[in-house]
């Protein structure tokens, strides 16, 4: 995609990965109510998705998305280029160095 100077989603790979999600469960000692449930956290094993995007502001990046409650997000940027892009659009003459 650098190559052809294209930008947008490129990959989707799906990983088994731990993450904190809710359990309802019954409370220990009855209740008035009957339908009443305790709601915790607890780690539990499930699906994520990584999805990598090649951006024309941002550069490339990766996003992590859970599949399961309360769905959390994990974002990965690389300011490296980010700065190379604002660079180049300023008209700012670099070196980049490649170690």
Known sequence: MER????????????????????????????????YRIIGRRPMRFLHYYFYI??????????????YLPFPTTYYLNGHSFMEIELRRQGVDFRKDHV
């Open 4 to 35: 052809q100077n294209r930008h947008g989603l490129y990959l989707i790979i799906p990983s088994m990965e731990m993450g904190a999600s809710f359990q309802s469960r019954m409370p220990k000692y009855p209740t008035d109510d009957p339908d």
């Open 54 to 67: 090649r951006d024309p502001v941002l550069g490339p990046m990766s996003m992590c998305v859970a599949t």
